[in-house]
């Protein structure tokens, strides 16, 4: 069957380069947008206005802004008191130089520039030597993950006091042919906060179960699934598959069957490959790739972003057949990343051609 014919877009301009992460205001659902470009400024956007409500620089110029992700951080009292704890929403920006920098949230409603407005938190003792390739991962709550050496290495801190709770170890062996090093950690997810799934610079992909009783990562699946470097990676809400993407074009699709008794233990199936494209190429590279990834909320469908600029959209589920769904026309130039609005009902796209893209595509049912 082929895809159905793509729809316009609404463009959102207001950036001067290239357009580096697209991220939702957990507070607002869809209606707040909040896009990080090259030169390390971040624009929040009215979905509903599609208009433009606050900036701020996040990064230096030559660090530009790679990644956002919200977390909420817990208070405990002065006592001790857990019962007696208060949450409060908190922003992680993330620039190319491997800095982390937390924000807190603004109050208020979305669309005035108080709500839209950050805080810089007090320096606090986070490591900030982070590996830029990787983007930070974020469990939603109080884990954050990064990259942080060539080596391959992963750490696991908490944001609400900095603590380091556990390193995921370089893997591999320079001078063992069977078991070779997989180089630097490119891409990470958490799945239901209690384990990690990376890929890797080679290619390869591994789910890791964090031991936070003993502080060390254990390995529970590997295998080299990209001809190329895996460059991003997506698990769904309810933490039973994934998808990678890779330099090769390709983006695979994963099922977990994790035992709870032996979390340490997974069986992990690649249900299907999409790609490489023959068109897949850029003005910059004649090769594939694909860049971006994200699962829809409810599991249904899924969005790659290429270097060809193009995004494609395939079903997502299981038992499906993964028949690409959609072509979506509009970027020049790699597509740096996808992300889904919370409640679905659309699709955000950034591209190093300063565009800043939202597709009303395949929206869930309300029943």
């Not at 729809?7 to 991220?23: I, K, N």
């Not at 470097?229 to 997506?234: A, E, I, K, S």
């Not at 999409?274 to 897949?280: A, I």
């Not at 910059?284 to 409810?298: E, F, K, L, V, W």
């Amino acid at each position: 069957m082929a895809p159905n014919p793509p729809p316009d877009p609404f463009v959102l301009r207001g950036h001067a380069t290239d357009v580096q992460c697209v991220s939702f205001d957990a507070r607002f659902g869809a209606r707040a947008l909040e896009t990080g470009d090259a030169d390390g400024v971040v624009i929040t956007w009215d979905t509903h206005t599609r208009r433009e409500i606050a900036r701020a620089r996040a990064h230096a110029p030559a660090a530009g802004a790679i990644a956002m992700r919200d977390i909420v951080v817990r208070d405990v009292s002065d006592d001790g008191d857990d019962s007696a704890s208060t949450s409060r929403a908190v922003r992680v920006t993330q620039g190319k130089d491997g800095s982390l920098k937390f924000w807190r949230r603004g109050d208020g409603d979305v669309g005035t520039r108080e709500a839209a407005s950050t805080t810089e938190l007090p320096t606090r003792a986070m490591r900030t030597d982070v590996n830029g390739f990787c983007r930070v991962a974020s469990d939603g709550g109080d884990l954050l993950a990064f990259a942080m050496d060539s080596r391959g290495s992963i750490e696991v801190r908490r944001v609400s006091s900095g603590a380091l709770v556990c390193v995921a170890p370089a893997t591999g062996s320079e001078s063992d042919a069977n078991d070779p090093r997989v180089g630097v950690a490119m891409c990470a997810a958490f799945v239901r906060s209690e384990h990690l799934f990376i890929g890797y610079e080679d290619g390869t992909v591994i789910l890791w179960w964090l031991n936070l009783e003993t502080g060390l990562a254990e390995l529970a699946w590997r295998r080299r699934t990209h001809g190329e470097t895996t460059l991003c990676v997506d698990v769904d809400a309810e933490g039973v598959g994934a998808v990678s993407g890779g330099a090769d074009g390709v983006l695979v699709r994963y099922d977990f069957d994790i035992d709870a008794r032996q979390p340490s233990k997974a069986t992990v199936d690649v249900v299907r490959t999409h790609g490489p494209y023959s068109s897949v190429a850029s003005a910059s590279s004649r090769q594939p790739g694909a860049s971006a990834c994200a699962i829809r909320g409810d599991g249904k469908i899924v969005a790659c972003g290429c270097w060809d600029g193009k995004i494609r959209v395939f079903e997502y589920k299981l038992k499906s057949r993964g028949r690409l769904l959609a072509v979506l026309k509009y970027h020049d130039a790699t597509v740096t990343d996808v992300s889904f609005a919370p409640d679905g009902s659309f699709l955000a796209s950034a591209a190093r051609d300063g565009a800043v893209a939202l597709w009303n595509i395949f929206p869930p049912s309300k029943t």
